[in-house]
């Protein structure tokens, strides 16, 4: 089974700055990872697949990274509904694995 | 408009059976796979199966194998996840979702809560 591990579980951080979320994968994952978004009580909503390609509907600030074994999730500045967790998924073998997640707090 | 409406949560206890049913619209049903997915209370997400397309292909959690079976109805646009042998930690709201490929989840349903008491 492929691990995915995302750093930091926690990031404090101020509306306009810029949020930078690691995944790392205990094995190559090729291009094969997604992130999703979650707010308290909603439904997670994909945000990046295949590493970089933004999903229908997801505002620019939002970019994706990396290829392998480690990615990097990017909101170049921050708005107040990006405050959420955020995960990472990888497809490049079963089984399906997401990250531990990583929530981004405000300061 | 897609939509992925999810349902047949409820409390049962450890040991006994579930279905859980999920019933999508706006799209070509039968040329995407679909899956579930699960949270438990405060946790992360749990990828738990996916059916392919045509039913033909199905995969399983190591977790789950065994006790869970997927199908799909696409005839009906339905997608059910027969659950047995239920485990106090199959406790989780158990998301329906919709994928791009087998890469990613692009459409989830609202949720569906199952809590296991022992």
């Known amino acids: 089974e492929i691990v995915l591990t995302q750093s930091p579980a926690t990031l404090s951080l101020s509306p306009g700055e810029r949020a930078t979320l690691s995944c790392r994968a205990s094995?190559?994952?090729?291009?094969?990872l997604a992130w999703y978004q979650q707010k308290p009580g909603q439904t997670p909503r994909l945000l990046i697949y295949?590493?970089?390609i933004r999903a229908t509907g997801i505002p620019a600030r939002f970019s994706g990274s990396g290829s392998g074994t480690d990615f990097t999730l990017t909101i170049s500045s921050l708005e107040p509904e990006d405050f959420a967790v955020y995960y990472c998924?990888?497809?490049?073998?079963?089984?399906?694995?997401f990250g531990g997640g990583t929530k981004v707090e405000i300061k | 408009e897609m939509q992925v409406v999810d349902s047949g949560g409820g409390l049962v206890q450890a040991g006994g059976s579930l279905r859980l049913s999920c019933a999508a619209s706006?799209?070509?049903?039968?040329?995407?796979?679909m899956s579930w997915v699960r949270q438990a209370p405060g946790k992360g997400l749990e990828w738990v199966s996916t059916?392919?397309?045509?039913?033909?292909?199905?995969f399983y959690a190591d977790s789950v194998k065994g006790r869970f079976t997927i199908s799909r109805d696409n005839s009906k646009n339905t997608v059910d996840l027969h659950i047995n042998s239920l485990r106090v930690d199959d406790t989780a709201v158990y998301y329906c979702?919709?994928?791009?490929?087998?890469?990613?989840?692009?459409?989830w349903g609202q949720g569906t809560l199952v809590t296991v008491s022992s």
């Open positions: 979702a919709k994928m791009v490929g087998f890469r990613c989840f692009d459409d």
């Open positions: 706006g799209f070509l049903f039968s040329s995407y796979a």
């Open positions: 059916v392919s397309g045509n039913g033909g292909g199905a």
């Open positions: 094995q190559s994952v090729s291009s094969y």
């Open positions: 295949d590493a970089s």
């Open positions: 998924q990888q497809r490049n073998d079963w089984p399906l694995t």
